[in-house]
């Protein structure tokens, strides 16, 4: 186990009572299992906790934020502000996996920067950190990191819709084909590969990127969007 979190627990802006709750916050399974150590508890069950803790503030936030919208798209933004790829970028910003307890394997295998695990890491983090100090605390933690995120957030952008469905209505409503997608690139190693997909309607032609291919697809849809013409 790292001998001070104390540097990590600065950067999140929290100081745990309990060094045993955060320990095991920041202990994969691969760590646990390589061990061989029975009381040596994985992060599994509180990546659980942590997903319901934040899906119920995030959900508080938006609903007091935005009184006016429906459900749809509340649920849009929920589902946009707590995606994986937005709670890796979290993480990230945290140095979250740089004290990851991991295992040799998972270590090898470049888990430190893959975004599912960082992603799982910061939900088992605000487990911990709700364990620890109650919901205050863990309330605290999430508006610290997503004020900036809910500031932004426009109700009428795009960005909460299904773009990929947005734009095949378009088209369709403009008598043209309806959308192409192809992968024209991957890059990056496979453990945090990047897909690059051109969308084609008509003679447009827009590309999106994304750690998926079905994101990739609807960022290429989004960016058509923006440009589509009737005349397309």
Do not use: W
């Amino acid at each position: 186990m790292h001998a001070d979190l104390s540097e990590f627990e600065s950067r999140i802006g929290y100081s745990f009572q309990s060094r045993d709750l955060l320990n095991r916050a920041l202990t994969h399974k691969s760590y646990s299992h390589e061990a061989k150590n029975d009381s040596l508890r994985d992060n599994e069950t509180f990546e659980f906790l942590g997903d319901s803790v934040l899906g119920f503030v995030i959900g508080d936030l938006l609903f007091r934020r935005f009184p006016e919208l429906d459900e749809g798209a509340l649920s849009k933004m929920k589902a946009f502000l707590v995606s994986a790829t937005s709670l890796a970028a979290k993480a990230r910003s945290y140095g979250m996996g740089d004290v990851l307890f991991l295992g040799v394997g998972e270590e090898k295998s470049g888990g430190r920067k893959k975004d599912s695990l960082l992603a799982n890491l910061f939900e088992a983090m605000l487990a911990g950190v709700f364990l620890d100090g109650g919901i205050d605390a863990a309330r605290s933690l999430i508006e610290r990191c997503f004020t900036p995120d809910l500031e932004a957030i426009d109700s009428q952008d795009l960005l909460f819709q299904d773009y990929k469905t947005a734009l095949q209505e378009l088209a369709q409503g403009s008598g043209l084909p309806l959308p192409e997608y192809n992968v024209v690139d991957e890059v990056g190693p496979d453990h945090d590969k990047r897909f690059i997909v051109e969308v084609k309607v008509g003679s447009l032609a827009a590309r999106g990127e994304g750690s998926s291919k079905k994101e990739a697809q609807q960022q290429a849809a989004r960016h058509a969007l923006r440009d589509f013409s009737p005349d397309a």
